[in-house]
C-alpha cells in the first residue's frame, strides 16, 4: 500500500521499539529482539524502548501481580541484554499518557477495514471475534502511536510485526495527508540478522515462543546453565551430517535454525558457521552449541535475577526513562492536538 515512500530528510533518524509485558523471554525475543536493540544503541542514532503494558492489557486484564512482575523482569532482560539505560530510553508505556492519547486519536484515522486485514489480529482473536476485547483489535492504532509520538523513523522488529509498521505508515500518510501537514514521518521497519525468526527447538515449521505448551522447545532467558544444556542437546535434528554450504540447509528447517542460533550467539554470517562446522556430526556440533548459548545466555539470566532482587532500582529507571520519553513525546501530542484543532 505504502511501497516506495521515503522518510523526509526533515526527521532526523529516531529508533523505536517495543515489547509486550506479557511474561516470559526466550532465546526468540533476545535474537530478535533484545541483543539486536543493544547493538543498534552503537550507532549513534537515539534509541526508544518501551515496555508495552498499555499492549499487554488486551490479552489479559486482571492479573495485577503478574504484570507488575512482568513489566520489572522485561525491563531488567533489556538491561542484561546490554541495552544501557543512559544512553537509551527505557520507559514503561503507561507512565507517558501521550500513548494512549494519540492512540486514542488515530483510532479516529484508521479505517475498520485496515485492521480487519491485520493478520495478528485473526491469530489473537480466533473463531470467536464478537468475544475479542475492542483493545485487541484497535491494539495496531496503539502500536502507530507508539512509533509516532516520538517522530521514530526506524523501528526495529521481527517479521511478525511488519504487517502493523505497514499500517503505522499508512495512518502516518493519511493523518498528513488529511490535514494538509508533513507532520509525521513515515517510518522504516527494521527486519535483519540471522535470526528475525528462530524457531522451535522440537519443530523447525513453527516460531520459538513462550505461548507454546512445550517448555523444551524453547529456552527461556531464565533457564540456567543445565536447562540450556539439555534442551540443545535434545533438540529435534535430523541424521545427516552439516552442510558446509547454505544450501546443503533446504529443506532442513531445524539444521537451519541451529547453525542461525549459532551464527546470531556468535556474531557470525551463515556462511561463516557453516564453513567452519560443514561436516559435522550434531553429535558434534549440538555439544558446540550448548556451550556458547551457556556462555552468552547465562550472565543474562544472572543479571536478571540481580535486577529482580531490588525492583526498586528497576523502578528507578522505568520513571526516569518516562521522564526524558516525555520531554519528546509532550512537544510532538501538543502539536497533534493543535493540529486536529483541539482547544486548550
Ligand atoms: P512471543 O512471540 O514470544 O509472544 P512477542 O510477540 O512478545 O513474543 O515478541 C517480542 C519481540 O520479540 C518482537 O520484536 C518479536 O518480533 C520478537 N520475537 C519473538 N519471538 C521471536 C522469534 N522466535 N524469533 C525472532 N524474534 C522473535
Ligand atoms: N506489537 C509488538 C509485538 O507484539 C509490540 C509493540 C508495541 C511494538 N508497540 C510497538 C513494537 C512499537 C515496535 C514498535 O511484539
Known sequence: MTEGVQTSPAFKPRVFSGIQPSGGLTLGNYLGALKRFADSQNNGV?????MVDLHAITNVLNDAQALRHNTRELCAGFIASGVDPEKSILFNQSQVPGHAEL?????????????????????????NTQNASLGLF??????????????????????????????????????????????????????????????????????????????????????????????IRKA????????????GLEGRPEARNLVNIYAALNDQTQA???????????????????????AKLSPISGEMSRLMQNPDEIDAILRRGAERAREIADPIMKRTLDIVGMVR
Request: contains cysteine; hydrophobic residues 40%; proline residues 6%.
Open 236 to 247: 529435534k535434528t535430523d541424521p545427516d551430517a552439516l552442510p558446509s554450504e547454505a544450501e
Open 138 to 231: 484497535a491494539y495496531p492504532a496503539l502500536m502507530a502511536a507508539d512509533i509516532l509520538l516520538y517522530h521514530a523513523t526506524h523501528v526495529p522488529v521481527g517479521e511478525d510485526q511488519k504487517q502493523h509498521v505497514e499500517l503505522t505508515r499508512d495512518i502516518a500518510l493519511k493523518f498528513n495527508h488529511d490535514f494538509g501537514v508533513d507532520f509525521f514521518p513515515i517510518p522504516e521497519p527494521v527486519i535483519e540478522g540471522t535470526a528475525t525468526r528462530v524457531m522451535s527447538l522440537r519443530d523447525g515449521s513453527k516460531k520459538m515462543s513462550k505461548s507454546d505448551p512445550s517448555d523444551a522447545s524453547r529456552i527461556n532467558l531464565t533457564d540456567d546453565a543445565d536447562a540450556i544444556a539439555s534442551k
Open 103 to 127: 492512540g486514542w486519536i488515530f483510532n479516529c484515522v484508521a479505517r475498520m477495514g485496515w485492521m480487519q486485514r491485520m493478520t495478528q489480529w485473526k491469530d489473537k482473536a480466533g473463531k
Open 272 to 294: 561463516q558457521v557453516l564453513s567452519e562446522v560443514g561436516g559435522k556430526q550434531f553429535s558434534e556440533f549440538k555439544p558446540m552449541l550448548a556451550e556458547l548459548a551457556v
Open 46 to 50: 537515539e534509541s526508544i524502548f518501551c
